[in-house]
C-alpha cells in the first residue's frame, strides 16, 4: 500500500475512535480492542504496514502498550513483524485460508465433542440464549444490509457458546485464533451478504444435534458448515495460491 493510501486508511479509522472515554486504562482497552476489530473487518486491509507513529496518533495510545499488542496480534497470526520493516497486517492467499479452515475444522470439532460430553443444564441454557441473541441480527437471503460488528459478535457468541463446555481454556483460546483468521477472509469476501456468512439455517441444524445429545450429526454438520463457509468464501475472493 502506498503512503497516501496509508494516511487515508488511518484518517478513516482515527475518526472512528472516541476523543474522550474514561481513565486512561479504558482509553487503552478500547483502543487495542479497536485495532484488533479493523484488522478482522479489512478496515486495515491485507499487508498494510502499521506504522507506530501513526497508530499512536490514530488509537491515542502510548508506544509501549500498543507494541505490546501488535505483538499479541502476531501471536495470534493477525500481524506479522518483519525483520528492519516493523509490523504489517498478515497477508492473504489460498494456501493459508485452506489451512487455516482445515486446523479450525479439527480444533473446533474437537471442542464441541468434549463440550457435548460435558453438557448440562446451564450448558443447555446458554446454547439457547445465545441462539436466540443472535436470531435478532440474523439475516434472511435477499437482504443486502451490511454486516455490523454488532452481527459478528452475536455470531461468534453462539458459536463459542456451543464450545462452552469443552473444560479447555487452551482449545478455547486455540479456537478463538482460528475463528478470527477464518473470519477476516469471510468478511473480506463478504462484506454484506450476512445470510451468506451465515450459511442458511446451518446454525440452528448443529445447534439442535448438539443440544439433543446426537454427536455424530452435530460434528458432521459443523464440518459442513466450515466447508461451505469455505466454498463461498473462495467463489467471491480472488486470491493468490500462496
Known sequence: MRAAE?????????????????????????????????????????????????????????????????????????????????????????????????TRKLVELTALELSMQHMNDAWHRRVRAAYADFCQVKQRVGDSKPISEDWEERHRAFHFALLSACDSPILLRFCSQLHDRFDRYRRIALPTRSYMGAVADDHELFMNAALNGNKADALSLLGRHIDDTLALIEEYIELPER
Not at 478500547?30 to 484488533?36: P, T
Not at 498494510?48 to 509501549?64: D, N
Open 6 to 102: 496509508n494516511t487515508v486508511t488511518y484518517e478513516r479509522i482515527r475518526r472512528q475512535v472516541p476523543a474522550h472515554i474514561g481513565d486512561a486504562h479504558s482509553i487503552c482497552e478500547l483502543a487495542l480492542k479497536r485495532l484488533r476489530a479493523d484488522i478482522l473487518s479489512a478496515r486495515l486491509a491485507p499487508e498494510t504496514k502499521l506504522a507506530i507513529r501513526l497508530l499512536t496518533a490514530t488509537y491515542q495510545i502510548g508506544v509501549s502498550p500498543l507494541r505490546d499488542a501488535l505483538a499479541q496480534l502476531a501471536g495470534d497470526g493477525l500481524v506479522v513483524l518483519e525483520a528492519q520493516r516493523g509490523f504489517r497486517v498478515s497477508p492473504v492467499s489460498r494456501k493459508d485460508l485452506r489451512d487455516v479452515a482445515n
